[in-house]
């Protein structure tokens, strides 16, 4: 007779996000986030994204990705010379970049996830470097698409449009590789035994 686990899975989910959330936020305000890269900052906030969205649920990217964009948007006042001079010019539409991509790079990844495990413990294994990598595409590509769509007149009067494809150029071939390459071996390292975990638990 197997015996069923007495732990409630929505008090693990529920600690689990409120951890993740909580070491964004430190990430967020110490150099262990935002990593200068020139004149461009390498972040590794998707990496705790990522680990919610692999191994809790979608609502627990959601949400992860909420706190990613908040905090991402706090900076702008202040602790950011690119952010504030966008808050500058519209605080709406910064509040828009920043927020937007970060929930939707918590939430697309986590449904993909859910999709592509779906089939025993190969397909699970497959999906988890896959949705790792996917976090982190998906917030560069929304993050520069948005801050086009935003932001592109503003952009063009700062440094013209050869620039501007060059700044993102780099932006997405530097800083988006890396964060690929972290979620894919950190994410996949620390996302494996925790989903072990979590089936033994439940």
Known sequence: MTKRSTVNPKVIEFTMT???????????????????????????????????????????????????????????????????????VNPFLTAVTCIVPRLLCGLLPALLFRLISKGGICRLWVATPICGAAVAVTNTVLFLFTMWLCFSSTLLELVGTNDLLTIFGLFAGTNGLIEIAVNIVVGTAICKPLLNLKKRLL
């Open 18 to 88: 409120a951890f993740l959330a909580t070491l964004i936020i430190l990430m967020t305000f110490t150099p262990i986030g935002y990593i200068p890269i020139g004149p461009l900052k390498l972040t590794l906030l998707t990496l705790p994204v990522a680990v919610g969205s692999i191994v809790l649920s979608w609502r627990a990217g959601l949400i992860l990705g909420g706190v990613f964009g908040i905090s991402s948007f706090i900076t702008c006042f202040g602790l950011d010379a690119f952010g504030a001079a966008l808050l500058a």
